[in-house]
C-alpha cells in the first residue's frame, strides 16, 4: 500500500483512488490541495462488536487519513486488547484506557480524548454504534469553519419515532445483519436534495478553537445525559452556527451501551424494538441529570423540529412557599435559585437535603432556606411567594414556564398569576454567564 508520506511527495493526485490519498476532491488526478484532518472522538464500554464494524466502516470509507480517538471506560469486553492490536498497524489510533472498575462516561471521557489526545483541528464527536458512510469526511469539510458546528445525517432502522431532522430506514439493528450493499445502493439511487438545515446532533464537529472556548462538556451531567443539551445551549448562546449536512450521512444502530439494556431484535413480523428497554442505570441517571439541566437552566431542554436549540432567559428566581411538604420541595426546588420555608416546615428542609444531597453537586444548605426577616422582595430580583396547599399540577406549570411568561409580559413591580404572587424589581437575565466553564 502506498504511504501517505509518498502521495505527498508526489505533489498532485494522481487519479487512481489510492486509498491513503491526501488530496481534496480524493481521486481527481491533478488536484494539489490536501485534505483536512479530522479527529474522530469515541467512548466505549462493552460495546467491542459496535467499535470494530464503526472503525472498520471509517477505514474502509474514508481511508486512513483521519485520525481515530478511543477511550474505553472499563470494558470487560476485550476492547482495550483489541484497539492496542489495531494500532501496531494504524499510526492514527489513540487509546485512553479508564482502568476503572467504576465508568467514567462520556461526558468525561469525550473531554479527555480531545484535550489529551486529538492532534486535528477538528474534532468529532462520534458514537461507537456509528457507520461512516463515504464521503461523510468530505461533507462535514465542506461546510467546517470557525464559529459553525457541522452535524451529519443520521440514517437509523425504526427503533425511534421519525423525525425531520433523520431517514428512517431498515438496513440492520445489528453489525451482524449489517446490509451494507443495501445502505450504499439507497445513498447512490435516491435523491436527497436537502440544503443544509439548523439543528445539531450526534456525530458533530467542531473546531478545536472553538470547543476550547467553551471549555467542553461540564462535569455535572457525567456520567452520561443531558450533557449534549447542556453545550448546544452553550453553542447557541456563544453565537456558534449549526449546519446539518443532508449529504454526509452515518448509520447508526442507536444507544447501543448506554440507553437500552439489550441491544434490539425484532418479532415474527420482523418489526424491530429494543429488547429490555431503558436500563434501571440510565433511568435513574437521566433523572439525576434532568435535575440537574433544571437547576442550571431553568428550564426543560428546548429545541426547534429539527434540533436547533432553543434557550430562553435565565432569571434570578426566588421562591418563598409556605405549607411545603417534602414531596413538594422535590418538585420545586430545581426550578428556582433558592427556596424559601417558613419556619414550621423545617423538618421537612433538613430531610430533604439530607436524602437529595448525595444526588446533586449543588449545595442545597445554600439552595434551601427557611424564610427570616427580610423583605421578600429583596430577596431576588424575581421573588414568587405560594402557599404549596393550594399547588396543583396545573398552575405548577406557571413555574415551569416562569421565564418565558416574564420574557414575554413581565415588568417591574408587582404581579399575580393563578396562586402566585410576584415581586419584580429587575429583569436582567443571567443565560450568558453559562456559556463557559
Known amino acids: 500500500m502506498l504511504s501517505r508520506e509518498f502521495l505527498l511527495e508526489r505533489g498532485e493526485c494522481c487519479g487512481n483512488g489510492c486509498l491513503m490519498c491526501p488530496y481534496e476532491p480524493k481521486h481527481e488526478k491533478g488536484t494539489t ?46 476492547t482495550a486488547e483489541w484497539v492496542l492490536a489495531q494500532m501496531k498497524r494504524d499510526k492514527n489510533l489513540q487509546l485512553h484506557i479508564n482502568k476503572g472498575p467504576e465508568r467514567l462516561g462520556h461526558t468525561i471521557l469525550y473531554d479527555t480524548l480531545i484535550n489529551e489526545y486529538a492532534t486535528n483541528d477538528i474534532v468529532m464527536i462520534y458514537h461507537a454504534d456509528m457507520y461512516a458512510c463515504p464521503k461523510l469526511d468530505e461533507e462535514i469539510l465542506k461546510h467546517i469553519e470557525p464559529g459553525v458546528v457541522v452535524s451529519a445525517t443520521r440514517i437509523e432502522p425504526p427503533l425511534h419515532p421519525q423525525g425531520p431532522e433523520k431517514i428512517l430506514q431498515d438496513f440492520g439493528i445489528e453489525p451482524e445483519e449489517f446490509n451494507e450493499k443495501s445502505l450504499l445502493e439507497f445513498l447512490k439511487t435516491t435523491d436527497i436534495e436537502k440544503k443544509p438545515t439548523e439543528g445539531i446532533f450526534a456525530p458533530w464537529a467542531i473546531m478545536k478553537s472553538d470547543w476550547d472556548y467553551i471549555g467542553g462538556h461540564d462535569p455535572l451531567f457525567a456520567p452520561q445525559s443531558k450533557e449534549d443539551s447542556d453545550i448546544f445551549n452553550r453553542f447557541h448562546l456563544a453565537g456558534y452556527k449549526f449546519k446539518q449536512t443532508w449529504q454526509g450521512f452515518v448509520y447508526h444502530m442507536t444507544c447501543r451501551g448506554s440507553r437500552f439494556k439489550d441491544g434490539a431484535m425484532r418479532n415474527p413480523a420482523g418489526q424491530v424494538f429494543m429488547k429490555g428497554r431503558e436500563s434501571d442505570e440510565w433511568l435513574k441517571q437521566n433523572l439525576k441529570s434532568t435535575r440537574e439541566f433544571i437547576r442550571k437552566w431553568g428550564h426543560f431542554v428546548k429545541h426547534d423540529s429539527l434540533m436547533k436549540p432553543i434557550v430562553p432567559p435565565k432569571y434570578d428566581i426566588g421562591f418563598v412557599a409556605y405549607n411545603c411538604t417534602k414531596d413538594m420541595l422535590m418538585e420545586l426546588e430545581p426550578w428556582c435559585r433558592k427556596i424559601y420555608l417558613d419556619l414550621r416546615d423545617s423538618d421537612n428542609l433538613s430531610e430533604y437535603v439530607r436524602e437529595e444531597q448525595p444526588k446533586t453537586s449543588y449545595d442545597l444548605d445554600e439552595r434551601v432556606k427557611l424564610y427570616g426577616t427580610n423583605k421578600i422582595s429583596e430577596l431576588h430580583d424575581i421573588c414568587v411567594e405560594f402557599d404549596c396547599s393550594k399547588l396543583n399540577s396545573q398552575n405548577f406549570q406557571y413555574l415551569v414556564n416562569l421565564s418565558e411568561i416574564l420574557q414575554d409580559s413581565g415588568e417591574v413591580g408587582e404581579m399575580e398569576l393563578d396562586i402566585f404572587k410576584l415581586y419584580i424589581s429587575k429583569l436582567d437575565t443571567y443565560e450568558n454567564e453559562l456559556i463557559q466553564l
Open 33 to 78: 490541495n490536501t485534505m483536512k484532518k479530522i479527529s474522530f472522538i469515541q467512548p466505549s464500554r462493552n460495546n467491542l462488536k459496535y467499535l470494530k464494524w464503526s472503525y472498520e466502516s471509517i477505514r474502509k470509507n474514508l481511508g486512513y487519513e483521519h485520525e481515530i480517538c478511543i477511550a474505553d471506560d472499563a470494558s470487560t469486553d476485550g
